[in-house]
């Protein structure tokens, strides 16, 4: 049961890695990505957000549209 559990835990995590570089992917400019926080880590659990920094120079001309 708890090998069960392991499994899920790393299924969920690879499902959400790729998710965030899909994401990633849809950005058009110069930039970088990191996975920060409990996902990262590895320590997440059923309540866990995916925190993504995203450093780049994509900015509009406009930004406070």
Same mark, same amino acid.
């Given at each position: 049961m708890e090998e069960?559990?392991i499994k899920r835990? *790393?299924?969920?995590?690879? $499902?959400?890695?790729?998710? #965030?570089?899909?994401?990633?992917?849809? +950005?058009?400019?110069?930039?970088?990505?990191?996975? *920060?926080?409990?996902?990262? $880590?590895?320590?997440?659990? #059923?309540?866990?957000?995916?925190?993504? +920094?995203?450093?780049?120079?994509?900015?509009?001309?406009?930004?406070?549209?």
């Amino acid at each position: 049961m708890e090998e069960d559990i392991i499994k899920r835990r *790393i299924k969920e995590r690879e $499902r959400v890695i790729n998710e #965030a570089k899909n994401f990633a992917n849809s +950005l058009k400019g110069s930039f970088s990505a990191f996975l *920060i926080g409990s996902y990262a $880590r590895g320590d997440f659990n #059923a309540w866990s957000d995916v925190d993504v +920094l995203i450093i780049g120079n994509f900015m509009e001309e406009n930004p406070i549209k």
